[in-house]
């Protein structure tokens, strides 16, 4: 955000040149809001707020994060807690009910309409992470046997109260989707033409309990801006809008990272988390990881008479160790990321792998080679070089099927295949590579 619009605001507010401040806040983005409250305090925040237009005011509010919201609700009136909620979505009402602590939501919930709080209770009831948890049933609807002038007219008596009209759902009397019909169509159409006769009865559509995240890959596949969510009887009973579907979408990518750094996955930004949940969501991994490590140090010990025979051996074990790390985390990159995009299923598990193994050997033999010729030059001794190379392919291939299987075996389990990104897969990765280098010496030393 441009710094002079944050000074000027600060600016406008210390001199207390309201009229001046109201027309210049008319002209600053919503989304810029949150930024701007950073540089003030409670009672500024308060006055600037107050200055925004009703409408103006609840989508700077959709747009603070949760403790700024909270902090914002204990300095407003009821009134004006009640002209927030009026102007709020459903689905922005329920997200900050589900993020406001109990004694806030009790204040929010009695300035909110009674039919307002019917249909906030109703969305509650959704599992987590489906689709009925982010959809909106704030939309257009419109009758099959309306002409299109009468659907202009149930328009402009709706459009302030819904999400969007680009879309309009034409339902039938007991509410089933029987089709879509855009603006586009309604405005190219002769005023008399039904809507029957124009809509789009070829509907993407999701239920309310089928996962948010699957939801959201429709807007990508369909390239579609709204996607409506209808009930087991195929009755409409909200939209999920693409700003929805993109909040879902950074919200996995968010979970992803976090998964695949090894730790377990929060909504708070990194700022506002604190040490102690910070340490938490770490630690468990941590120590995951560390107990999982020592498998590898107890092979090591196994294998301990034949390091006192031939100490060079051990040299080589981290450049081994970190080549088949490295390979198994861009396998599970690649793998992971297709699952992702419903480019790879589990199904396809067989031909993922012959790919992947494939790779492996043109991989392996090209760093085996500079790998030989390296030891060589650096100790002349061939064998030791051989050695070390046959473990630099058989590593390669083992590591990157690990990349493979791990992740679509996590899918296959319902679980989040992000899991089996590169820390637990180089721990894995880690025990193998030194089991398969020791296997080899010994036979080929005779240890």
Sequence with gaps: MNEEIIEEVVNLVENKKIKQLREFLDTINEADFPTIFEELDDEKTIMVYRLLSKGKAAEVFVELESDDQERLINCLTDKE????????????????IEEMPSNVVKRILANTKLEDRKIINELLKYPEDTAGTVMTTEFMDLKENMTVEEAFQRIKKKALKSETVYNCYVLSTDR???????????????????????????????????????????????????????????????????????????????????????????????????????AKNRIV???????????????????????????????????????????GAQSSTLIIRGLATDEISPKDWLKAVWKEIRVAVVVGIVLAIANTLRIVIQYRELKIALVVSATMVCTVIVSKILGCLLPIGAKKLKMDPAIMAAPLLTTVVDATTVLIFFTIATSAFNL
């Design 81 to 96: 807690i009640k002209n927030v909620m009026n102007e709020l979505y459903m689905d922005d009402a329920v997200d900050l």
């Design 285 to 327: 991994w941590l120590l995951v990881l560390m107990i999982s490590a020592m498998l590898t140090g107890a092979i090591i010990e196994h294998f301990e008479a034949s390091i006192a025979t031939l100490p060079i051996l051990v040299s080589f074990i981290p450049m081994l160790m970190g080549t088949g790390g490295n390979c």
């Design 176 to 278: 089933k989707l029987l089709g879509i019909v855009d603006i586009k169509a309604l405005l190219i159409a002769e005023r008399d033409t039904l809507v029957k006769d124009i809509m789009e009865t070829n509907i993407i559509k999701a239920q309310t309990i089928d996962d948010k995240e699957e939801t959201a890959k429709l807007f990508d596949k369909y390239d579609v801006v709204a996607v409506p969510v209808v009930d087991k009887e195929d009755r409409l009973v909200g939209i999920i809008t693409i700003d929805d579907a993109i909040d879902v979408m950074q919200e996995e990518a968010s979970e992803d990272f976090e998964l695949m750094a090894a730790m377990s996955p929060t909504d708070e930004s990194y700022f506002k988390t604190s040490v102690f949940s910070h």
